[in-house]
Protein backbone atom coordinates (compact mmCIF):
# COMPACT_ATOMS: atom_id res chain seq x y z
CA UNK A 1 0.00 0.00 0.00
CA UNK A 2 1.55 3.32 -0.91
CA UNK A 3 1.61 5.88 1.58
CA UNK A 4 2.66 9.48 1.98
CA UNK A 5 3.21 11.81 4.57
CA UNK A 6 1.48 14.90 5.09
CA UNK A 7 2.32 17.50 7.55
CA UNK A 8 -0.17 16.48 9.78
CA UNK A 9 1.23 12.76 9.65
CA UNK A 10 4.85 13.73 9.99
CA UNK A 11 3.15 16.18 13.18
CA UNK A 12 1.40 13.65 14.87
CA UNK A 13 3.51 10.37 12.92
CA UNK A 14 -0.20 9.03 12.40
CA UNK A 15 0.38 7.58 9.18
CA UNK A 16 -3.34 7.85 6.98
CA UNK A 17 -4.66 4.08 5.38
CA UNK A 18 -5.48 4.39 1.30
CA UNK A 19 -9.10 3.55 2.79
CA UNK A 20 -9.39 5.60 5.54
CA UNK A 21 -8.52 8.89 3.10
CA UNK A 22 -11.27 7.27 0.80
CA UNK A 23 -13.22 7.05 3.63
CA UNK A 24 -12.00 10.93 4.06
CA UNK A 25 -12.56 12.08 1.20
CA UNK A 26 -15.37 10.17 -1.11
CA UNK A 27 -18.16 10.77 0.98
CA UNK A 28 -18.13 14.33 1.91
CA UNK A 29 -21.78 14.46 0.09
CA UNK A 30 -23.62 12.28 -1.48
CA UNK A 31 -23.75 9.90 1.67
CA UNK A 32 -25.79 6.97 0.87
CA UNK A 33 -29.59 7.61 1.94
CA UNK A 34 -30.16 4.12 1.64
CA UNK A 35 -31.18 1.56 4.93
CA UNK A 36 -27.61 -0.01 5.33
CA UNK A 37 -25.28 3.11 3.88
CA UNK A 38 -22.28 2.13 5.52
CA UNK A 39 -22.75 -1.37 3.92
CA UNK A 40 -23.23 0.30 0.22
CA UNK A 41 -19.95 2.33 1.57
CA UNK A 42 -18.24 -1.21 1.84
CA UNK A 43 -19.41 -2.33 -1.36
CA UNK A 44 -18.08 0.51 -3.25
CA UNK A 45 -14.52 -0.14 -1.81
CA UNK A 46 -14.50 -3.65 -1.51
CA UNK A 47 -13.89 -4.01 1.97
CA UNK A 48 -16.63 -5.28 5.00
CA UNK A 49 -19.52 -2.89 6.72
CA UNK A 50 -17.53 -3.83 10.22
CA UNK A 51 -14.02 -2.30 8.56
CA UNK A 52 -15.74 0.89 7.37
CA UNK A 53 -17.64 1.27 10.60
CA UNK A 54 -14.46 0.53 12.99
CA UNK A 55 -11.81 2.70 10.42
CA UNK A 56 -14.73 6.06 10.72
CA UNK A 57 -14.80 5.32 14.68
CA UNK A 58 -11.04 5.94 14.96
CA UNK A 59 -11.00 8.49 12.60
CA UNK A 60 -13.61 10.28 14.62
CA UNK A 61 -11.54 9.29 17.79
CA UNK A 62 -8.15 10.69 16.45
CA UNK A 63 -10.07 14.35 15.88
CA UNK A 64 -10.25 14.10 11.53
CA UNK A 65 -13.86 13.69 11.34
CA UNK A 66 -16.42 15.69 12.95
CA UNK A 67 -19.10 13.86 12.36
CA UNK A 68 -20.85 12.17 9.64
CA UNK A 69 -24.12 13.88 9.13
CA UNK A 70 -25.34 17.30 7.49
CA UNK A 71 -24.19 21.00 7.33
CA UNK A 72 -27.45 23.42 7.19
CA UNK A 73 -27.40 25.78 5.00
CA UNK A 74 -27.11 29.16 6.92
CA UNK A 75 -30.24 31.21 8.29
CA UNK A 76 -32.35 27.63 6.62
CA UNK A 77 -33.10 26.68 10.26
CA UNK A 78 -32.89 28.69 12.62
CA UNK A 79 -30.62 32.20 12.80
CA UNK A 80 -26.89 32.71 13.07
CA UNK A 81 -24.58 35.45 12.27
CA UNK A 82 -20.78 36.28 12.23
CA UNK A 83 -19.33 38.89 14.54
CA UNK A 84 -16.43 40.10 15.57
CA UNK A 85 -14.90 42.53 17.92
CA UNK A 86 -11.90 44.23 18.71
CA UNK A 87 -11.05 43.32 21.98
CA UNK A 88 -7.37 44.71 24.17
CA UNK A 89 -4.76 42.43 23.67
CA UNK A 90 -4.34 42.20 27.40
CA UNK A 91 -8.24 41.09 27.50
CA UNK A 92 -8.26 38.51 24.73
CA UNK A 93 -7.73 35.38 26.64
CA UNK A 94 -10.78 36.18 28.97
CA UNK A 95 -13.17 37.64 26.40
CA UNK A 96 -12.57 34.88 23.91
CA UNK A 97 -13.14 32.23 27.03
CA UNK A 98 -16.35 33.89 28.00
CA UNK A 99 -17.55 33.63 24.55
CA UNK A 100 -16.45 30.20 23.85
CA UNK A 101 -18.82 29.31 26.91
CA UNK A 102 -21.89 30.25 24.85
CA UNK A 103 -23.45 26.90 23.61
CA UNK A 104 -25.17 29.36 20.61
CA UNK A 105 -21.24 30.04 19.40
CA UNK A 106 -19.91 27.25 17.45
CA UNK A 107 -16.82 28.87 16.13
CA UNK A 108 -14.51 30.98 17.37
CA UNK A 109 -11.37 32.07 16.42
CA UNK A 110 -8.50 34.94 16.80
CA UNK A 111 -7.38 36.63 13.67
CA UNK A 112 -4.83 39.34 12.52
CA UNK A 113 -6.83 42.30 12.15
CA UNK A 114 -7.76 45.14 14.74
CA UNK A 115 -11.68 42.81 14.53
CA UNK A 116 -8.85 40.36 16.55
CA UNK A 117 -11.70 38.19 17.75
CA UNK A 118 -14.41 36.41 15.14
CA UNK A 119 -17.40 34.36 16.36
CA UNK A 120 -20.38 32.64 14.60
CA UNK A 121 -23.62 32.34 16.61
CA UNK A 122 -26.68 30.14 15.64
CA UNK A 123 -29.83 30.42 17.66
CA UNK A 124 -32.98 28.57 17.26
CA UNK A 125 -34.42 32.23 15.96
CA UNK A 126 -33.39 35.71 16.15
CA UNK A 127 -34.91 36.65 19.59
CA UNK A 128 -32.65 34.27 21.44
CA UNK A 129 -29.25 35.53 18.93
CA UNK A 130 -29.92 39.15 19.89
CA UNK A 131 -30.40 38.19 23.33
CA UNK A 132 -26.84 36.48 23.10
CA UNK A 133 -25.46 39.81 21.76
CA UNK A 134 -26.67 41.68 24.03
CA UNK A 135 -25.58 39.75 26.75
CA UNK A 136 -21.62 39.37 25.33
CA UNK A 137 -21.69 43.50 24.69
CA UNK A 138 -23.06 44.01 27.99
CA UNK A 139 -20.54 41.17 29.90
CA UNK A 140 -17.40 42.23 27.93
CA UNK A 141 -18.13 45.99 27.42
CA UNK A 142 -17.16 46.09 24.16
CA UNK A 143 -19.32 46.44 21.00
CA UNK A 144 -20.05 43.48 18.56
CA UNK A 145 -20.16 44.12 15.25
CA UNK A 146 -22.78 41.59 13.61
CA UNK A 147 -22.39 40.69 9.88
CA UNK A 148 -25.26 37.95 8.85
CA UNK A 149 -25.00 36.10 5.68
CA UNK A 150 -27.10 37.85 2.87
CA UNK A 151 -26.35 35.80 0.17
CA UNK A 152 -24.74 32.46 -0.50
CA UNK A 153 -22.38 31.88 -3.69
CA UNK A 154 -20.55 28.45 -2.64
CA UNK A 155 -22.15 24.86 -3.88
CA UNK A 156 -20.63 22.76 -0.94
CA UNK A 157 -19.20 19.59 -2.23
CA UNK A 158 -16.90 19.29 0.56
CA UNK A 159 -13.11 19.49 0.46
CA UNK A 160 -11.02 17.96 -1.79
CA UNK A 161 -7.93 16.32 0.13
CA UNK A 162 -4.87 16.03 -1.16
CA UNK A 163 -1.88 14.65 -0.01
CA UNK A 164 1.41 15.97 -1.17
CA UNK B 1 -33.52 44.25 16.73
CA UNK B 2 -29.74 44.10 15.92
CA UNK B 3 -29.67 40.80 13.53
CA UNK B 4 -31.49 42.37 10.45
CA UNK B 5 -32.03 39.78 7.38
CA UNK B 6 -32.60 41.64 4.48
CA UNK B 7 -33.93 38.45 2.19
CA UNK B 8 -35.61 35.89 2.48
CA UNK B 9 -33.80 33.12 4.58
CA UNK B 10 -34.46 30.31 2.31
CA UNK B 11 -35.63 31.34 -1.69
CA UNK B 12 -37.02 27.79 -2.43
CA UNK B 13 -39.37 27.99 1.24
CA UNK B 14 -40.03 24.68 2.22
CA UNK B 15 -42.07 24.51 5.14
CA UNK B 16 -40.57 22.44 8.10
CA UNK B 17 -43.24 20.62 9.96
CA UNK B 18 -42.98 19.59 13.47
CA UNK B 19 -41.22 16.28 12.37
CA UNK B 20 -39.11 17.82 10.37
CA UNK B 21 -37.68 19.91 13.00
CA UNK B 22 -37.28 17.09 15.33
CA UNK B 23 -35.16 15.16 12.53
CA UNK B 24 -33.39 18.27 11.94
CA UNK B 25 -32.62 18.60 15.76
CA UNK B 26 -31.30 15.16 16.32
CA UNK B 27 -29.04 14.68 12.36
CA UNK B 28 -26.93 17.72 13.34
CA UNK B 29 -25.26 16.00 15.49
CA UNK B 30 -24.59 13.40 13.43
CA UNK B 31 -25.27 9.52 12.24
CA UNK B 32 -24.40 6.93 14.77
CA UNK B 33 -22.05 4.27 13.32
CA UNK B 34 -23.92 1.72 13.40
CA UNK B 35 -25.39 -0.57 10.80
CA UNK B 36 -29.12 0.49 10.56
CA UNK B 37 -28.25 4.61 11.14
CA UNK B 38 -31.37 5.49 9.87
CA UNK B 39 -33.70 2.86 11.86
CA UNK B 40 -31.85 4.40 14.89
CA UNK B 41 -33.10 8.05 14.09
CA UNK B 42 -36.51 6.32 13.60
CA UNK B 43 -37.12 4.58 16.43
CA UNK B 44 -36.25 7.98 18.47
CA UNK B 45 -38.83 9.47 16.43
CA UNK B 46 -41.03 6.94 16.34
CA UNK B 47 -40.86 7.06 12.52
CA UNK B 48 -40.00 4.52 9.69
CA UNK B 49 -36.66 3.82 8.32
CA UNK B 50 -38.28 4.84 5.22
CA UNK B 51 -40.08 8.55 6.56
CA UNK B 52 -36.13 9.14 7.98
CA UNK B 53 -34.66 8.77 4.48
CA UNK B 54 -37.42 10.36 2.85
CA UNK B 55 -37.71 13.34 4.86
CA UNK B 56 -34.06 13.94 4.73
CA UNK B 57 -34.05 14.03 0.63
CA UNK B 58 -36.41 16.41 0.75
CA UNK B 59 -34.12 18.29 3.02
CA UNK B 60 -31.40 18.03 0.71
CA UNK B 61 -33.61 18.71 -2.06
CA UNK B 62 -34.84 22.00 -0.69
CA UNK B 63 -31.53 22.44 -0.14
CA UNK B 64 -31.90 22.91 3.39
CA UNK B 65 -29.62 20.56 3.82
CA UNK B 66 -26.35 21.54 2.23
CA UNK B 67 -24.32 18.44 2.38
CA UNK B 68 -24.92 15.21 3.84
CA UNK B 69 -21.99 12.71 4.35
CA UNK B 70 -18.76 13.13 6.38
CA UNK B 71 -17.55 16.27 7.91
CA UNK B 72 -13.81 16.27 8.06
CA UNK B 73 -11.94 18.55 10.44
CA UNK B 74 -9.38 20.38 7.59
CA UNK B 75 -6.62 22.10 10.75
CA UNK B 76 -6.25 18.09 11.58
CA UNK B 77 -5.96 16.77 8.40
CA UNK B 78 -2.76 19.21 7.63
CA UNK B 79 -4.85 22.42 6.40
CA UNK B 80 -3.26 24.33 9.06
CA UNK B 81 -3.97 27.18 7.14
CA UNK B 82 -7.19 29.20 6.54
CA UNK B 83 -7.90 32.77 6.14
CA UNK B 84 -11.06 34.95 5.81
CA UNK B 85 -10.56 36.75 3.14
CA UNK B 86 -12.63 40.01 2.81
CA UNK B 87 -13.75 41.55 -0.50
CA UNK B 88 -14.88 45.48 -1.18
CA UNK B 89 -17.07 44.46 -4.14
CA UNK B 90 -19.04 47.16 -5.82
CA UNK B 91 -22.55 45.87 -5.21
CA UNK B 92 -23.28 45.81 -8.98
CA UNK B 93 -20.76 43.43 -9.51
CA UNK B 94 -21.50 40.75 -6.46
CA UNK B 95 -23.22 38.73 -8.12
CA UNK B 96 -20.98 38.24 -11.28
CA UNK B 97 -17.78 37.50 -8.93
CA UNK B 98 -19.61 36.23 -6.01
CA UNK B 99 -20.75 32.72 -7.80
CA UNK B 100 -16.86 32.97 -9.70
CA UNK B 101 -15.35 32.79 -5.93
CA UNK B 102 -17.63 30.09 -4.66
CA UNK B 103 -16.21 27.32 -7.33
CA UNK B 104 -13.19 26.94 -5.87
CA UNK B 105 -12.89 24.04 -3.53
CA UNK B 106 -10.36 25.57 -1.29
CA UNK B 107 -13.10 28.45 -0.91
CA UNK B 108 -15.17 26.76 1.53
CA UNK B 109 -17.59 30.14 2.20
CA UNK B 110 -18.64 32.38 -0.02
CA UNK B 111 -20.89 34.75 1.54
CA UNK B 112 -22.33 38.27 0.50
CA UNK B 113 -22.80 39.99 4.00
CA UNK B 114 -23.59 43.81 5.30
CA UNK B 115 -20.21 46.19 5.32
CA UNK B 116 -20.46 48.32 8.29
CA UNK B 117 -18.97 52.08 7.30
CA UNK B 118 -16.58 53.41 8.29
CA UNK B 119 -15.15 50.51 10.80
CA UNK B 120 -15.85 47.99 7.79
CA UNK B 121 -15.75 48.31 3.94
CA UNK B 122 -16.26 44.67 3.10
CA UNK B 123 -19.32 42.95 1.68
CA UNK B 124 -17.78 39.24 0.22
CA UNK B 125 -16.41 37.02 2.84
CA UNK B 126 -14.50 34.04 1.34
CA UNK B 127 -12.63 31.30 3.77
CA UNK B 128 -9.93 29.92 1.65
CA UNK B 129 -8.02 26.83 2.96
CA UNK B 130 -3.77 26.17 2.23
CA UNK B 131 -1.69 23.70 4.14
CA UNK B 132 0.30 26.86 5.40
CA UNK B 133 0.11 30.23 4.84
CA UNK B 134 1.99 30.26 1.68
CA UNK B 135 -0.55 27.76 0.10
CA UNK B 136 -3.36 29.76 1.27
CA UNK B 137 -1.87 33.31 -0.18
CA UNK B 138 -0.89 31.30 -3.69
CA UNK B 139 -4.58 29.81 -3.80
CA UNK B 140 -5.76 33.85 -3.68
CA UNK B 141 -3.58 35.00 -6.19
CA UNK B 142 -5.43 32.29 -8.04
CA UNK B 143 -8.60 33.25 -7.27
CA UNK B 144 -7.51 37.20 -8.18
CA UNK B 145 -6.50 36.11 -11.12
CA UNK B 146 -9.24 34.13 -12.69
CA UNK B 147 -11.96 36.33 -11.12
CA UNK B 148 -10.49 39.19 -12.13
CA UNK B 149 -10.46 41.02 -9.35
CA UNK B 150 -6.99 42.66 -9.38
CA UNK B 151 -8.49 46.28 -9.19
CA UNK B 152 -10.47 45.26 -5.57
CA UNK B 153 -9.46 46.30 -2.18
CA UNK B 154 -8.98 42.92 -0.11
CA UNK B 155 -8.06 42.04 3.30
CA UNK B 156 -6.62 38.96 4.17
CA UNK B 157 -7.51 37.86 8.06
CA UNK B 158 -4.87 34.75 9.22
CA UNK B 159 -6.63 32.85 11.68
CA UNK B 160 -4.09 32.53 14.62
CA UNK B 161 -5.94 30.47 17.09
CA UNK B 162 -8.61 28.28 17.12
CA UNK B 163 -10.69 28.73 20.74
CA UNK B 164 -13.56 26.81 19.39
CA UNK B 165 -15.00 24.89 16.07
CA UNK B 166 -17.62 22.65 16.54
CA UNK B 167 -20.65 22.01 14.48
CA UNK B 168 -23.70 24.52 14.99
CA UNK B 169 -26.47 23.52 17.29
CA UNK B 170 -29.91 24.97 15.97
CA UNK B 171 -32.18 23.79 18.93
CA UNK B 172 -31.20 24.28 22.35
CA UNK B 173 -32.60 27.43 25.02
CA UNK B 174 -30.07 30.16 25.37
CA UNK B 175 -27.37 29.34 27.85
CA UNK B 176 -24.00 28.51 28.46
CA UNK B 177 -22.24 25.17 28.37
Known amino acids: MHRVNTDMEQFSSYQLSDLERRLLNDFQHGFPLVPQPYQKIADDLDVTEEIVISTLENLQQQGFISRVGAVFRANSIGASTLAAMAVPESQLEQVAAMISGYSEVNHNYQRDHDFNLWFVLTASDEQTLNAVLDDIEQRSGLPVMYLPMEEDFHIDLGFNLTWT | ?177
Open chain 2, 1 to 177: MKVNFRHPRLPEQLVLDARDMALVSLIQHGLTLSTSPYAELGRQLEMTEDEVISRISNLIDAKVIKRFGVVVRHHELGYRANAMVVWNIPDDRVSELGPCMGQFDYVTLCYRRPRRLPAWPYNLFTMIHGQDRHDVLHNIQGLAAHCGLDELAFEVLFSTRRFKQRGAIYHKSAGKE
